[in-house]
């Protein structure tokens, strides 16, 4: 689909650039080198050349190979510029989303004083986990008296 997609909007420049820095993207966590491009074409082109036969003329050929030239180099300017930027982003991320988390746990411990956050002898907690309805770390249930020690 990615070739077919380009090929397609080979005459739209704009359209060519989005869907090359679109491919891009979906191509970050790949290692693009130059060399590997180079494979890639080649490959490529000489595949063509062995089921076209005589069809697969030097302009077509000369044309397919300037085409993946490009289509490689706009995948390694997306990684090199953007990869970046989208560490930044993961990490910030990551830091709301850690804190946004230490919040809801510092709200859960006000709003529930209780040791382990059970605050019910009705419902004892697994204290290797802090899970509710265990009781020891064994994941044994305990038998409670009516006073709630464990008998």
């Known amino acids: 689909a990615g070739l077919n997609n380009i090929i397609n909007v080979l005459g739209d420049p704009k359209s060519l650039k989005t869907t090359v820095e679109t491919l891009g993207f979906q191509h970050m966590d790949l290692e693009v080198t130059v ?3 180079c494979v ?3 490959a ?4 063509l050349a062995l089921e076209l036969g005589p069809q697969f003329s030097d302009a077509a050929n000369n044309g397919l190979r300037t085409m993946l030239n490009y289509v490689g180099g706009s995948y390694i300017f997306v990684r090199v510029n953007y990869a970046g930027r989208f560490k930044i982003l ?3 991320w990551a830091t709301a989303n850690n804190r946004k988390q230490e919040e809801e746990e510092a709200h ?3 709003a529930d004083p209780g040791e382990g956050g059970s605050g019910s002898l ?6 290797a986990d802090g899970k509710k309805g265990g009781g020891s770390p064994t994941n044994k249930p305990n038998s409670l008296d009516k006073s709630g020690v464990e008998k």
């Open 108 to 110: 859960k411990e006000m």
């Open 90 to 92: 993961g990490t910030s």
């Open 122 to 127: 009705n419902e004892p907690t697994n204290e």
């Open 44 to 47: 490529i082109a000489d595949l």
């Open 35 to 37: 060399p590997r491009i």
């Open 40 to 42: 890639f074409r080649d």
